[in-house]
């Protein structure tokens, strides 16, 4: 299991891109063996490695639509082997540790 955070930057298409963001969203509820949060800044991804990266991947490519000739993609990827990852289980994390 792995949380990716992932942005998609298409030139050329002027100072907004919720467009292309519905866009995206719309391929990543698609797949439906990866779980996502929409944030202000990105959308995070979490599933298998191969499922992450094929949404990715898809997100990518849907960015190109006939206008759109460049798109910047901006990929991090947290794999820890040690543990189960999951985007609940961070933010809990990080909520203990606040209350203390």
Same mark, same amino acid.
Request: proline share 3%; with cysteine.
């Given at each position: 299991?792995?949380?990716?955070? &992932?942005?998609?930057?298409?030139?050329?298409?002027?100072?907004?891109?919720?467009?292309?963001?519905?866009?995206?969203?719309?391929?990543?509820?698609?797949?439906?063996?990866?779980?996502? $949060? @929409?944030?202000? $800044?990105?959308?995070? &991804?979490?599933?298998?490695?191969?499922?992450? @990266?094929?949404?990715?991947?898809?997100?990518?490519?849907?960015?190109?639509?006939?206008?759109?000739?460049?798109?910047?993609? @901006?990929? #991090?990827?947290?794999?820890?082997?040690? #543990?189960? &990852?999951? $985007? #609940?289980?961070? @933010?809990?994390?990080?909520?203990? #540790? &606040?209350?203390?």
């Amino acid at each position: 299991m792995v949380i990716a955070e &992932l942005t998609v930057v298409p030139s050329g298409v002027g100072p907004s891109v919720s467009n292309y963001v519905a866009r995206a969203e719309k391929v990543i509820a698609r797949h439906t063996n990866v779980k996502s $949060m @929409l944030t202000p $800044m990105s959308t995070i &991804l979490e599933g298998e490695f191969e499922d992450v @990266l094929a949404v990715i991947r898809e997100v990518h490519e849907c960015m190109f639509d006939g206008t759109v000739q460049r798109a910047l993609t @901006l990929v #991090k990827i947290d794999d820890r082997r040690d #543990k189960v &990852l999951s $985007m #609940k289980g961070k @933010l809990e994390s990080v909520t203990a #540790k &606040l209350q203390r």
